[in-house]
């Protein structure tokens, strides 16, 4: 049964709704247990009001609409889900939810005709941050010595300097991706990228190595490598909700990557 009536007025607010709220969490994850726009969904059995082609904002403002219009307790589940975990969210990507963002989401459900008041006015403002870990100086120092690509010696480095372990290697191998995409000329991404360029059938781009007769197994190798780079790290580091690696695990991956890139220079 149709639970409200979705006029004009109230898509604007809709639309206002997933403005404010679309960075409190990822629409998707890896992880079973992640917390996403897709999981919660799921959980009150509304996830097919995502399943549906478009950015992140147009399936959200879809499935919210959708949820808004059809029922009267589903979109009070959500919400208070989204504002529970995605307060913990922002506070792991060192961007904890402000005020100003509270004020907004207050104003936009009163005219939704959502009370949400206590949900909201129980969530923690406290602008603090945990300490961010430094790596060890001889990690920083023995990757500041290294014959590192220029690709990785800019922002991959200054993050892994910084602190921010995960968002390094994430950069690395994005900046990768577009190194190949360049070289290929080839607009796809990830996986079928590397599949598609390194294929040992027909590459676009040839690893070579010192032996000729050991050139198909070179570039095989290479291919399954670079495939599964983008599976294993680069889609893993995208999502926010991946545990933070240890500073010798991302120095390790950092240089697996700079080898990757040179291998391409070669």
């Given amino acids: 049964m149709v639970a409200r ?45 995502l399943d549906r082609n478009g950015s992140k904002k147009q399936r959200l403002i879809y499935g919210f609409g959708k949820v808004y219009q059809q029922h009267s307790r589903i ?19 060192r961007n904890p939810i402000k005020p100003k963002e509270i004020d907004e989401l207050l104003d936009c459900l ?12 129980a969530i923690d403002l406290n602008p603090n941050l945990p300490e961010i870990q430094v790596p060890p100086y001889d990690l920083v120092e023995r990757l500041e010595r290294h014959p590192l690509i220029e690709e990785i010696c800019s922002d991959p480095l200054q993050k892994f300097k910084d602190g921010h372990f995960n968002e ?7 900046k990768y991706e577009a190194k190949v995409q360049k070289l290929s000329g080839n607009s ?26 050991n050139t198909a197994t070179i570039q095989e190798g290479y291919q399954k490598l670079a495939m599964g780079m983008m599976s294993g790290i680069r889609n893993i580091f995208s999502h926010g909700d991946e545990d933070r690696r ?12 700079n080898w990757m890139f040179r291998k391409l220079e070669d």
Wanted: hydrophobic letters at 35%; aromatic letters at 8%.
């Fill in 75 to 93: 979109p009070y589940t959500i919400l208070r889900k989204v504002l529970s975990q995605g307060e913990q969210y922002r506070k792991h990507k």
């Fill in 5 to 49: 009536r979705l006029t004009a007025d109230k898509k604007v607010q809709i639309n206002r709704l997933v403005e404010i709220i679309e960075g409190f969490l990822p629409i998707s994850t890896w992880g079973k247990s992640a917390n996403s726009f897709e999981t919660i969904f799921k959980e009150s059995r509304v996830h097919s009001y």
């Fill in 246 to 257: 240890t500073p010798e695990e991302a120095f390790e991956m950092l240089l697996f990557v």
């Fill in 110 to 121: 009163k005219k939704l005709e959502l009370n949400l008041d206590a949900e909201l006015t």
């Fill in 168 to 174: 390094a290697v994430r950069k690395a191998c994005e």
């Fill in 188 to 213: 796809a991404i990830g996986s079928s990228l590397m599949g598609q360029v390194f294929s040992p059938q027909g590459p676009v781009v040839t690893i070579t190595t010192g032996s000729q007769q």
